[in-house]
């Protein structure tokens, strides 16, 4: 009986083993088979690979899709634009004031009727209630992972207008982690890194000194130590708790001189994301104040700490940090540095980056792009083996990759947007075809899958 689907004459990039020629056979939507060029069975439909490279699937698991927008708008929008760049999944955070009984059944079904790939969702814990809601969560919806705002601590009842609020302080983080410890070293507690007793003294401070609307100004108000004295106590409470922390978009070159030296505590329960902005992006790149985002971009030699943090194996994924808009919202109250709101689109962008500015101009393997894009996310937000893998039995989600293809970035290739941080870079190494569960869902920038067709990602302890 012919299989559904072979993808032939390609070079496998799989993590943990290499790189090498294979064919990969797919039936109802799993690899059912890797075999030696030319030995594959039957086909319903076969794809030609040659001269190109075989990708699990890249996993984004930072997304803020639904901040600025209503959120069945831009599932279909920005999932669309993840397809084109290679993204079989995401992880979406949500973060908002009610019981997350009440919510997560509406999140789910938006993301079921419009999202063009298969999704998951982390949930902002803000409330004592929440908290007290945990397991419930899980058993209902399977949500698994949860994250902790530091940027929100003693600031929750002011910005959500909640009457329960969590402090977010260390206390709450320790509680948090021994709390998730004790019910499973499944659930992953992601950690978003800034000191605010130093970074609201400091922002004040820089204020006073007066104001210019540029990045380079804007970091002053975070700089890389904010982050990694945070970084420090997290990495040591979720030592003395036992736990399983998630760090998010790591910015600093100081917090990888960190996790270097601290290898006993970075190893234990702990994996470490980094943002594509933070790897070809500077404070005095030309995109100036659409680049704003939380923790600020910095200098050139933190962006080249931050790759070899990745060559070292210190950083483990790469996630976007997508928050999409347009410019009349991200310029919506005003234009200055300080009215300028924080986050910006960047959905389909980790490949190209990665490939071009990290295999082409600095050496890193494609086998750890697979790693860092795929494999290790899967692993850490609990859906490997079915994601993140090239091998029988996973689902059949792979980006098929021209390394040779450079072309100018523009908003357009997406097209979920009307501006991009990376307008006019020249980036070498993209998705030529996705392939989302045994489907074809993208040819040279065509989405030819359909929206809805995006599964929901239930996970379990």
């Not at 000194?209 to 106590?233: C, I, K």
């Not at 792009?369 to 090239?390: D, N, R, W």
């Not at 908003?411 to 998705?431: C, H, N, Q, R, T």
Request: hydrophobic share 40%.
């Amino acid at each position: 009986m012919a299989i559904d689907l072979l993808v032939k004459n390609g070079y496998a990039v799989i993590p943990g083993v290499g790189v090498d020629r294979a064919d990969i056979g797919v039936a109802g939507g799993k690899i059912v088979g890797i075999y030696a060029p030319g030995a594959g069975p039957e086909a319903e439909a076969s794809l030609d690979a040659s001269g190109l490279y075989i990708f699990p699937g890249a996993i984004d698991p930072h997304v803020h899709i639904g901040i600025y927008n209503d959120l069945a708008v831009d599932f279909e929008a920005e999932t669309r634009a993840c397809a084109i760049g290679g993204i079989t999944s995401i992880v979406n955070y949500y973060r908002g004031k009610e019981s997350y009984q009440e919510t997560a059944p509406g999140l789910i079904a938006a993301g079921e009727a419009n999202s063009y790939i298969d999704f998951a969702f982390s949930l902002g814990l803000l409330t004592k209630q929440h908290l007290a809601e945990v397991e419930t969560y899980i058993e209902k919806f399977g949500i698994t992972s949860y994250k902790f705002y530091r940027n929100y601590q003693d600031d929750v009842a002011r910005i959500f207008g909640v009457s329960d609020p969590l402090t977010l302080d260390s206390a709450d983080m320790m509680e948090i982690l021994q709390q998730f410890a004790a019910i499973s070293d499944k659930l992953l507690l992601c950690v978003h890194c800034e000191d605010m007793d130093l970074q609201r003294k400091i922002a004040r401070e820089v204020k006073a000194r007066g104001s210019e609307n540029s990045l380079r100004y804007f970091a002053q108000t975070s700089p890389d130590y904010v982050e990694t004295v945070s970084l420090m106590s997290a990495l040591y409470l979720n030592k003395i708790a036992g736990g399983n922390m998630y760090v998010v978009h790591l910015s600093a070159g100081s917090s990888v001189d960190l996790l270097e030296k601290e290898a006993e505590l970075a190893s234990s329960g702990v994996t470490v994301e980094t943002c594509p902005h933070y790897l070809a992006l500077t404070e005095e790149s030309p995109c100036g104040l659409l680049g704003k985002v939380n923790p600020p971009i910095h200098t050139a030699a933190d962006a080249e700490k931050l790759w070899e943090g990745i060559r070292k194996g210190l950083i483990q994924t790469i996630g976007s940090d997508n928050c999409p808009s347009n410019l009349a919202k991200k310029f919506s109250k005003g234009s200055g540095v300080w009215e300028t709101l924080p986050g910006f689109p960047s959905a389909g962008m980790i490949l190209p980056v990665l490939i071009s500015e990290g295999y082409h101009r600095r050496g890193i393997s494609l086998e750890t792009i697979a790693e860092v894009t795929s494999a290790a996310v899967a692993k850490a937000f609990h859906l490997y083996p079915q994601k993140g893998a090239i091998k029988v039995g996973a689902d059949a989600d792979l980006a098929i990759v021209d390394l040779d293809w450079e072309r100018e970035v523009k908003p357009e290739i997406f097209g979920a947007s009307d501006y991009s941080v990376y307008d006019g870079m020249k980036l070498k190494g993209w998705p030529v075809f996705t392939v989302s569960r045994g489907e074809i869902i993208m040819e040279k920038d065509r989405v030819t899958g359909s929206k809805g067709r995006g599964r929901y990602l239930k996970r379990n302890v």
